[in-house]
C-alpha cells in the first residue's frame, strides 16, 4: 500500500483548495462545490499521480474506489445514497451525485471551502452562537471557598479556579495567603 499512500500525499500536496461555486437554493447563504467543478480540478492531479477514481452504485450506496494504476492497490468508502423519494429518478439521481460528492471530498480529503465554514453548526442545528455561561463570583462566604483554598494548598493551581470562578484581585490575594 505504500505506493498508493505516496502517491495520494502527492495528489494531496499539489491539490489546491476547491471553492464552492453554486448555490443551495433551499437554504439561504448555503453554497457548495458541485461534482463537476471538483472533478475537473482533482482528474488531471489524480492522473499525474498514477490514481484512478471509479464510483458505481451497488445496493443503494456509492462505493467510491481510489485505484493505483501500477499496482492495483485500492482504498474503497461506501456511502448510502439517501434520497426523499427512491421511486423519483431525479431524487435518486440528486442523491447519487450527493454521495459522490461527499464520499469523493472525504476519501481524498479535499479541502473545499470559501471562507465560510460553519464548524458543524448547520448539521447540529446550533445558529453558530458561543454560549457564555456565567461565572460565579468566588469569595470568602461562597459554599466553595473552603474547597478553593484546599485545592490550592494540595499543589492546585489558581488557573483552575479562574476557569470556574470569577474572583477579585484581593479575593485571590487572600487565597495565596491562606495556601
Sequence with gaps: MKELFNSVSNFQAECPKISKDASNPFFKGS?????????????????????LIVQPV????????????????????VYEIKCKDETNPQHLG???????????????GLNIDDG??????????????PKTIAKEDLNPKH?????????????GLME????????????????IAMK
Design 160 to 175: 483552575d479556579i479562574e476557569r470556574k470562578y470569577t474572583i477579585s484581585a484581593d479575593n485571590k490575594k487572600l487565597l
Design 31 to 51: 453554497k457548495y462545490a458541485t461534482l463537476p467543478h471538483i472533478l475537473s480540478i482533482i482528474t488531471p492531479i489524480l492522473k499525474k499521480n498514477g490514481l
Design 94 to 108: 440528486s442523491g447519487v451525485t450527493y454521495a459522490r460528492r461527499y464520499s469523493l471530498t472525504s476519501l481524498l
Design 116 to 129: 465560510s465554514d460553519d464548524d458543524g453548526n448547520i448539521a447540529t442545528g446550533n445558529n453558530g452562537t
Design 143 to 155: 459554599n466553595n471557598w473552603a474547597k478553593a483554598k484546599e485545592h490550592l494548598q494540595t499543589g
Design 58 to 77: 451497488m445496493n443503494n450506496c456509492v462505493v467510491t474506489k481510489l485505484v493505483h494504476l501500477d499496482t492495483g492497490q485500492m482504498l474503497e468508502s
